[in-house]
Structure formats: structure tokens, C-alpha cells
């Protein structure tokens, strides 16, 4: 197990020891820290899914409104 140092503002701790009083603050701080790790991980694959889509986009020809209500209307006989 690593060891971690940070400071947080004193009503920031007060409100977590309160919030999490009881519980393992290591264990409650490691699944926080993961959730970010995680979060920070899919907002990225996001981020390029983006870019790759915007990319693509710029390759595709465009289709007229008329061309898509046709194919709509034909697709719900």
C-alpha cells in the first residue's frame, strides 16, 4: 500500500469525517481517488470518440432532408 500526503481545506475534512464517521476513510478515499481515475479515463475515450466522429464527418458527403424523409417514409411500410 502507497501512502498519500494532501491538504484539503478544514470545512472540506469536517463535512467528510462527519459524512463518512464510522466507516474506513482509507478504503472511502481509495474508491473516491478510483471513480476519478475512471471518470478522467472515460471523458477521454469520449474526447476521441468525438474527434474520430467530427473527422469522419468532415469525409462524408452530406445527404439532403429529402433523401432522409424518403428513406424514413419507405422504411415504415
Not at 11 to 18: E, S, T
Not at 47 to 64: F, G, H, M, N, T
Amino acid at each position: 500500500m502507497a501512502t498519500v500526503n494532501f491538504s484539503v481545506p478544514e470545512p472540506v475534512k469536517a463535512a467528510f469525517d462527519k459524512t463518512f464517521a464510522g466507516e474506513n476513510k482509507s478504503a472511502v478515499l481509495s474508491q473516491l481517488m478510483q471513480q476519478a481515475v475512471d471518470e478522467r479515463e472515460r471523458a477521454a475515450r469520449r474526447s476521441r470518440a468525438i474527434e474520430k466522429l467530427l473527422e469522419l464527418r468532415k469525409k462524408v458527403k452530406p445527404i439532403r432532408g429529402s433523401s432522409i424523409r424518403r428513406a424514413r417514409k419507405s422504411g415504415r411500410s
